[in-house]
């Protein structure tokens, strides 16, 4: 199969996926009426469906662990921020256990996750297994929920406050840039499904070995950096953000027309 | 020798009662601004020694098939110029600039802790003697000041050199460590009640941004140079075949080496927007802007030291994402020229001396900048790399910026310091004398990289153009060294005759210069009100004050303990120092190897003992309520038991080491032995000191110390004593649980 070919119909129209989504979408407007934010809303969707019915997807499926990398950074960091942000304003989420309201709770979901999914076999059970993979999407997404809820919680009062969301933050990336390095670097293999397959379903190993030029190594490399440079970059990103949070509530600073 | 004392007196840094002993005054000093002094003072000898080499350097390369210098010399200065300049002139003068200022601007009587302020000044001349008596001890390191393996390893620099090198920079290194972690908790725990955090001047707010940079990255250096000292002097191979990689070391050495020059660097962003405003009569255009770049740029630092490995075929994948990742600095330090730019347009510019510096400064950093984003594409690094391109590069970035930013801020605030102006016709001399011979020496060298000249090489044969570039570029060194003589001699008729400067001579707008020049010993007999970024603006200014930053009588709430503080400041200090250590043993044991491997370690004893260390932190949690709940007697119990539980794991891990000496297992049998040792031996080290905090603490309270309230030491060190235990968790589970599990 060809690239083009490939990306036209690598689609894996999943029934389950689209009617969560078409259910989230109901729900949500039925409950906030209007309320809250519903653009952000679309946009999480939008990239949960995208991230499990696109080419991504059967790529991440069994041929391409930098896919899956991708995959998994979406769904656990950027579909939960989206969707806090699309709660309205004044919504409190106190009812939430206390364990899960804690900081340290949030931070060990957050970034247990991408520990605990690339224990070697539980990255091959994921994909070997439907059941697993479902079971994993959805704790990356419930995961992703807890440990963005600390920094980006509807209501100001319920969030960490300034310095103490940029320690959180630069924690899980210097923990998730940790696990990055060891991947990028690794001279073994950590998750050998990807490496040594055991099917071509969709007939593109031609494709993605010579066409695209993705050896093995080369695509645990990527799958590493990734994980390394731009999920790094998101955290790094979640940090600049408190920046105008920490001098907001501060009025702004005297205009330059005063002088001396 | 009492003619320095008359100076000193006159410039009234000496008290008539401390004449009698002003030596033993300013040895035994724990005066934030004498440590201040001290710091510039000793970074002014190592200027001399660094600068002389840098002469030497150039007269050698001054014609072409010079025989001046022999090779290794040449090898040995180029290293100790850059080592030299880097951790002994550079970081101990703006540690001690950001000294005397911080503690002043946020209206401090003192840095947090005094005597650890001066045990950090004190290790400056320690390492720095150490690194120089290099010298007399078979001759000095010659490896560059990047110390690349395997050229480092002692079958290629054979003599004690290298090791001199590492240890002095392991010394160095942790003063600076110590120096930050006074900083951070100056800076949270000592400031003004009204001196909020969002009031903080610039100068101060990003010393304090800098100082976790600090405590962050020098520990990464601190664990490489530890192990290229284990690989010297005890035989193993970290760095060298078989197993070892000489790339580790320079993924370690870039860890810690690229967001050096950002330690160096925004102390003189702080200084630049901390001068530019004053000379431009104006408040700063965005300070939310600047100070939150700072953060940006700190922590972008942090993740992009792969690009000074370009060349070293880490792979084309991995230069992709950081030739990206590179050129995002460029965001923040771009915002940062503009907001200088924007505060000088419509201002009424005052061109004094320090104005100057720092307008030289911020054109100069534009060049090294844009070429710093030619750096960060790799396809145009490979080219330039190991060129004059590249030194011209750095050397704008060191002199261009920081030197230039370093002598703005000496013709700035040496007034404050010594009571006395600086003469501004000499500054002036010092000024044009110093950007023209700096432009002179170092934009030739773009277009000597550009034609080909590696660097580091001692001579170069005659090529069409060379010979008269490299003269012009050495011609330049010494209109340099002539600008520093310059500004000694100012330096010293100042001190001795200088026009009286008053409290304020810039008429600036930040609390140092609320107090007389120099300051008393207490720092301030009263405060003005804060309630703006220009306290002192709205003292002469009561009709047109600035507006209120917070509400109008706003204190601080956010005053953290500064016994914790600190510890925690260390404990994110000392995880990066385990985190290289931990990465380190899975890197070298990713592969099996022949010889002693993981299997072979006792896991149930080890368990066992384990389990006590993990009982210890429930015991000092006891310890902790205790003392809280006034129970002496409790409070003593439990600390006991915690040092008992402490002394048995340390007894066990003794017990296992005996073992494996026993069966003939040493630190260089093979890497996972090196990588098992290290790691652990380390950790049992840090379980060392902490037993010998709490038998201090122990001995305290048998003295009936602990009844005095507060009592703040417990809580900090069972903090520490935590954190020790916690990274046992993680040396357990990667050292003994891991391999066996595969």
């Not at chain 1, 300034?162 to 990028?184: D, E, K, N, R």
Request: overall charge positive; proline content about 6%.
């Amino acid at each position: 199969m060809s690239t083009e070919q490939f990306f036209l119909t690598a689609w894996t129209w999943n029934p389950l996926v689209l009617i969560i989504a078409g259910v989230g979408l109901a729900a949500y407007l039925f409950v906030f009426r209007g309320e809250g934010r519903p653009a952000w809303l679309l946009l999480a969707l939008s990239v949960f469906v995208l991230t499990l019915v696109s080419p991504l997807n059967a790529l991440a499926n069994g041929y391409l662990f930098s896919a899956h990398m991708l995959q998994h950074i979406l769904l656990l960091l950027i579909v939960p921020a989206f969707f806090i942000l699309s709660l309205p304003r004044s919504l409190s989420l106190r009812w939430r256990p206390r364990f899960f309201a804690h900081p340290v709770a949030g931070w060990i979901a957050g970034v247990g996750a991408m520990w605990f999914w690339h224990w070697p076999t539980l990255c091959n059970a994921a994909v070997a297994s439907r059941s697993v993979y479902a079971l994993q999407t959805v704790s990356l997404l419930v995961l992703g929920i807890l440990f963005w809820i600390q920094v980006l919680a509807p209501r100001e009062e319920e969030r960490l406050s300034p310095p103490g969301a940029v320690l959180y933050l630069f924690s899980a990336c210097v923990t998730c840039s940790a696990l990055g390095v060891i991947l990028t670097f690794s001279p073994v293999t950590v998750c050998s499904i990807y490496a040594l397959p055991v099917g071509d379903r969709l007939g593109i190993w031609e494709t993605i070995r010579t066409g695209w030029g993705f050896s093995p190594e080369k695509d645990q490399q990527i799958g590493g950096l990734l994980m390394w440079v731009p999920m790094c970059l998101i955290y790094l990103g979640a940090i600049f953000a408190q920046i105008p949070r920490w001098f907001g509530e501060a009025p702004a600073a005297s205009p330059a027309t005063q002088r001396l | 020798m009492n003619e320095i004392a008359t100076v000193l007196d006159r410039a009234g840094i000496l008290t008539p009662e401390q004449r009698q002993h002003w030596k033993m005054a300013w040895l035994s000093t724990v005066d934030h601004k004498r440590i201040g002094v001290l710091y510039m003072v000793t970074g002014l000898v190592f200027f001399i020694f660094a600068g002389v080499e840098a002469l030497l350097i150039r007269l050698q390369l001054a014609v072409p098939n010079s025989t001046l210098l022999q090779p290794d010399t040449y090898n040995m200065l180029f290293t100790m110029h850059g080592t030299t300049m880097i951790f002994l002139v550079a970081m101990p003068v703006l540690f001690g600039l950001a000294n005397y200022i911080v503690p002043l601007q946020i209206g401090a009587r003192d840095m947090a802790f005094p005597r650890l302020n001066a045990y950090s000044f004190w290790l400056v001349p320690f390492g720095g003697i150490l690194l120089h008596f290099s010298f007399l001890a078979g001759g000095a390191p010659a490896v560059g000041w990047f110390a690349y393996a395997p050229l480092s390893e002692t079958a290629y620099s054979s003599q004690p050199g290298v090791d001199y090198w590492a240890l002095s920079l392991l010394v160095l290194g942790i003063g600076s460590v110590g120096a930050n972690i006074n900083f951070i908790a100056t800076v949270l725990c000592s400031r003004a009640p009204h001196m909020t955090l969002r009031r903080l001047p610039l100068f101060s707010w990003m010393i304090f941004v800098n100082a976790f940079l600090v405590i962050l990255a020098l520990p990464v250096l601190n664990a490489g140079l530890v192990m290229i000292l284990i690989d010297r002097l005890l035989n193993t191979h970290f760095f060298l075949v078989p197993g070892g990689s000489a790339i580790m070391w320079q993924h370690i050495f870039w860890a810690f080496g690229h967001p050096e020059v950002y330690i160096v660097a925004i102390p003189a962003f702080a200084i630049l927007s901390e001068i530019i405003p004053v000379f431009s009569r104006k408040p700063i255009f965005g300070y939310e802007f600047v100070a939150g770049s700072t953060v940006a740029i700190a922590f972008l630092s942090l993740g992009v030291w792969a690009h000074h490995m370009f060349t070293t075929g880490l792979g084309h994948t991995i230069d992709l994402f950081f030739v990206a990742s590179s050129m995002l600095i460029a965001i923040p330090t771009g915002v940062k020229v503009l907001n200088w730019s924007a505060t000088m347009i419509g201002g009424r510019l005052r061109f004094d001396t320090p104005m100057l510096f720092c307008i030289a400064a911020l054109v100069q950093f534009l060049v090294a900048g844009l070429t710093g984003v030619s750096h960060a594409s790799a396809a145009l690094d490979w080219q330039t790399k190991n060129s004059y391109y590249l030194v011209a590069h750095f050397h704008f970035v060191f002199v261009g910026l920081i030197v230039f930013a370093i002598l703005g801020a000496l013709h700035y605030w040496i007034p404050k310091t010594s009571g006395r102006m600086l003469s501004e016709r000499l500054g002036k001399w010092t000024f044009w004398l110093m950007v023209i011979g700096f432009n002179m020496t170092f934009i030739i060298q773009h277009f000597l990289g550009l034609a080909g000249m590696p660097r580091r090489v001692y001579t170069y044969a005659d090529l069409p153009g060379w010979a008269w570039m490299n003269m012009l570029s050495t011609i330049g060194a010494f209109f340099m060294a002539a600008a520093s003589v310059l500004f000694v001699w100012n330096l010293i008729i100042s001190l001795l005759n200088g026009r009286k400067a008053g409290d304020n001579p810039w008429h600036a707008w930040t609390l140092e210069w609320a107090t007389s020049s120099p300051p008393p010993h207490e720092n301030f007999h009263y405060l003005p009100p804060l309630r703006s970024r220009r306290p002192l603006w709205d003292v002469a200014h009561p009709d047109a004050p600035d507006p209120v930053v917070g509400s109008r009588g706003e204190i601080d709430q956010f005053k953290p303990e500064k016994n914790k503080t600190s510890i925690v400041a260390f404990i994110m200090s000392e995880t990066g120092f385990f985190l290289v250590l931990i990465l380190a043993f899975l890197y070298y044991n990713a592969a099996p190897q022949a010889g002693p491997n993981p299997h072979e370690l006792d896991l149930f004893k080890t368990g066992l003992f384990s389990l006590c260390l993990f009982a210890s932190s429930f015991t000092i949690w006891r310890a902790e309520t205790g003392l809280r709940n006034n129970n002496q007697g409790k409070m003593i119990g439990w600390l006991s038991a915690t040092i008992v539980l402490g002394g048995i794991f340390i007894g066990g891990q003794g017990l296992e080491y005996w073992h494996l000496f026993k069966s003939g297992v040493d630190v260089n049998s093979n890497l996972f032995a090196t990588t098992f040792f290290t790691l652990t031996g380390f950790h049992g080290l840090h379980v060392c000191v902490g037993l010998v905090a709490l038998l201090v603490l122990l001995g305290l309270a048998l003295a009936g110390d602990s009844k005095k309230r507060p009592w703040p030491g417990l809580d900090a060190i069972g903090l520490y004593w935590h954190f020790v235990d916690v990274v046992w968790v993680f040396v357990l589970s990667v050292v003994y649980i891991l391999p066996r599990l595969r």
